[in-house]
Every structure is written in structure tokens, then in C-alpha cells.
């Protein structure tokens, strides 16, 4: 199939993800048959350790519309939906994660809001099932403190879920960034991009692939990609500490002269490790942002493909560059 017979391209990463891929490519054909010969199922397999790819690589075998990217290791979610969209070719991309909490099923009904003249359409969560109160509670903290901090306006309540048209993706395959915050990233583009609000399901099955380590990575990556505001905050920490310790000296100095001389190390160990502490936020958040440059400047590819199976015939990727610049046999 050519790139312009191409119209719908589902991108659908994968880690671990045997349980529910059957399930998964099941319902995404379901809400795909409608475009008949003019559509692609892509799923990434992120460096799954169990029998993703093997599942991966059967459907591929008897169904041509469905093409299988291994990566040659686990990149991460955020690289792994990266590589898939630079191997879709359709002229509107859907990107879907494949633990079916958001439902395909919402397919037409974005593609009747691109119809009037969007480039983007996002999917924002009224409800979330399957997920407990501190999760929820963590979730919504973390987008309204995003959203505080962001340079650019980040819809709240969003993921990854989302319709996309080929010209707003072109531009966001123009990115180069190794720290990617997808979602962020769409956003950046701007064009006209519009909400839809739906009920997020639990999983069909298997467990989240997003520990808290994982997440609190996550959203840092988030704050520091898109704005520079954490910078300005450890300023304004560095003043007030500084300030504190301009009072705590005019203290000593009034206890001194008064003959009321401070007496053991408590209150000197309580100066010391308040300017310690701050001293450490400061380096901590400048640090943060000096790892980002340092591993940019490396220029290494974002990501490596191994393999992609279109059809009965798979084919050798050797190059991960973000321009998806691969030799395909």
C-alpha cells in the first residue's frame, strides 16, 4: 500500500502487553473496517519480555493491514509511540495505548470533529475506573501543577490518546528532543486542536507498566521540558534562605551585644543544614536540567528498530533516527 492510499494509521506501543494484544487488535478492527483497504494497525513492541512479539508477528501473518516494530530494546513508552509514528503512514494517525483504558471505539466520533476543520483532537478523561484514590488524587495534582508551571498551555486530564493529521504530525516529527513529553509536545504545535471528553475504562487486562518511580521520572520530565520556571524558583528559594540568614545573623549579633551569648550547636546545626538543604534543592533542579543538555548533546538516535513486519514479509531496520531514515528490504 502506498503512503497517499493510506488514510487512518493506528499507532498502538506495546510492553508486555500478551494478554490483552488479541483483544486489542480485535477492536481496533472492528472500528477500522469501515475504511476497508485504506488503513494500518502499527503495534511497537517496547523490548517485551514475554510473548508480545510472537503475537505481534502471527497477526501480522494473516491480516496485511497490521504492521509489527520491534524495537531492539525497551526505549521507554514515550520513544516507543515515537517510532511507530514515524513508521505510520496514514493522513490521520490515531495513537492508542494497547491496555484498551481508552476505547477505539471513540474513533468516528473524532474523526466527525477533524472533519470540521481541526488538526488535532485529544481526548480528555471525565472519569477514571480502575485506578485508586491516590493515583486519581496524585493524577490531578500533577496537571493542574503542570499546567501552573508549562510555558505553553497543556490540556489538563489528557494523555496520549489522541487524533492526529498528517500536517501536525510532520511538524512534530520535526523534534528532536531525547526528554519527550508527547502529549506536551502536540500541544507546542498549536493549529486548532479540540477536546473530547469520554469515561476511561480499567484495564482489560495485565497490570500498569507506570510504577511510582517511573512516574515521578515522568513528571519531571514533564515540568523541566516546558518550562524553565523550576530555574526561577530555586532563585527565589536562594533569597529567602539568604534573607533568613541575614536575620539569623542580626540575631547573633543583637545576643552578643546584649550578653546573651547562644549557647551549644543547636542553633548553629539548624543554620548549617537549612543553607545546606536549600543549597542542595538549588544544585538538585539545576542539575536536572544540565543531565537534559548533556544527553542531547550526544546525538545519539532517539530509538533502534530491529525489526518491522508488514504482511507475510518482515524487514530489517538498521537506522533510529527520529526521521525514521531506515533501509526496509
Not at 550547636?265 to 543538555?293: D, H, K, R
Request: hydrophobic share 45%.
Amino acid at each position: 500500500m502506498s503512503q497517499s492510499a493510506i488514510k487512518l494509521s493506528v499507532v498502538t506501543p506495546c510492553f508486555n502487553e500478551a494478554e490483552v494484544i488479541g483483544e486489542t487488535y480485535r477492536r481496533l478492527t472492528s472500528v477500522c473496517l469501515p475504511y476497508r483497504s485504506t488503513y494500518e494497525i502499527i503495534f511497537i513492541d517496547d523490548g517485551s519480555t514475554d510473548e508480545t512479539w510472537p503475537a505481534i508477528q502471527s497477526i501480522c501473518q494473516f491480516d496485511p493491514h497490521v504492521v509489527g516494530v520491534s524495537l531492539s530494546r525497551n526505549h521507554g513508552h514515550q520513544l516507543a509511540l515515537t517510532a511507530g509514528l514515524t513508521v505510520a503512514q496514514g493522513e490521520r494517525i490515531l495513537i492508542l495505548d494497547a491496555d484498551l483504558q481508552d476505547p477505539p471505539e471513540l474513533l468516528p466520533e473524532m474523526m466527525k470533529v477533524m472533519d470540521e476543520g481541526c488538526e488535532v483532537v485529544y481526548g480528555v478523561r471525565k472519569h477514571r475506573s480502575g485506578e485508586t484514590w491516590l493515583k486519581l488524587k496524585t493524577a490531578q495534582f500533577f496537571y493542574r501543577l503542570l499546567r501552573q508551571m508549562s510555558d505553553i498551555d497543556i490540556p489538563a486530564d489528557t494523555g496520549d490518546f489522541r487524533l492526529m493529521s498528517r500536517r501536525s504530525l510532520n511538524v512534530f516529527l520535526s523534534m528532536p528532543e531525547r526528554h519527550r513529553f508527547v502529549r506536551g509536545m502536540v500541544s507546542w504545535v498549536g493549529f486548532r486542536q479540540r477536546p473530547l471528553y469520554y469515561e476511561r475504562q480499567a484495564r482489560f487486562a495485565g497490570t500498569s507498566k507506570y510504577p511510582w518511580a517511573k512516574m515521578i521520572r515522568f513528571a519531571f520530565v514533564a515540568i523541566t521540558g516546558f518550562s524553565v520556571k523550576p530555574l526561577k524558583i530555586a532563585i527565589y528559594v536562594g533569597l529567602m534562605i539568604g534573607l533568613l540568614a541575614v536575620l539569623s545573623l542580626i540575631y547573633v549579633l543583637w545576643s552578643w551585644l546584649t550578653g546573651h551569648v547562644v549557647a551549644g550547636w543547636s542553633s548553629l546545626m539548624v543554620v548549617v543544614l537549612l543553607i545546606g538543604s536549600a543549597q542542595l534543592f538549588v544544585l538538585g533542579i539545576m542539575g536536572e536540567y544540565l543531565g537534559q543538555i548533556y544527553l542531547e548533546s550526544k546525538g545519539r538516535p532517539l530509538f533502534i528498530i530491529d525489526h518491522i513486519y508488514r504482511g507475510k514479509s518482515a524487514s530489517s531496520e538498521e537506522s533510529g533516527a527520529i526521521k525514521g531514515n531506515s533501509r526496509e528490504s
